[in-house]
């Protein structure tokens, strides 16, 4: 069983600037993947970024591309997502998610995933 916990979250002004942090408590498979995901009011869980752990290739949601970088630290068993430029329509709940597979590649789906975390609240006002 993995445990995934996030923080980081809080308010910020337009512009501004935030890193969510995510840490697993358990292990992580070298094949795996690790994303973020968010869901604002009213609205579906959306992809945001995700990272492979063994290669540390990372994709990104067009919305955030440019403005956000995911990283991992192996060691630490943590997974990083710097926001920069934020934005209004960035506010919403993020999650930490985690899968444990051979397969290389970071995942987009969130149906890939088996471990998730329970979110970190980021609001982004004018």
């Known amino acids: 069983q993995v445990q995934l916990v996030e923080s980081g979250g809080g308010l910020v002004q337009t512009g501004g600037s935030l890193r969510l942090s995510c840490a697993a408590s358990?292990?992580?498979?070298?094949?795996?993947?690790m994303g973020w995901f968010r869901q604002a009011i009213g609205a579906e869980r959306m992809f945001v970024a995700a990272?492979?752990?063994?290669?540390?290739?990372?994709t990104y949601a067009d919305s955030v591309k440019g403005r956000f970088t995911i990283s991992r630290d192996n060691a630490k068993n943590t997974v990083a997502l710097q926001m920069n430029s934020l934005k209004p329509e960035d506010t919403a709940v993020y999650y930490c998610?985690?899968?444990?597979?051979?397969?290389?590649?970071?995942?987009?789906?969130?149906?890939?995933?088996?471990?998730w975390g329970q979110g970190t609240q980021v609001t982004v006002s004018s």
């Open positions: 990272i492979s752990w063994a290669g540390g290739s990372s």
């Open positions: 358990g292990r992580t498979f070298s094949g795996g993947s």
């Open positions: 998610a985690s899968v444990r597979s051979l397969l290389s590649g970071a995942r987009r789906e969130a149906y890939d995933y088996e471990y």
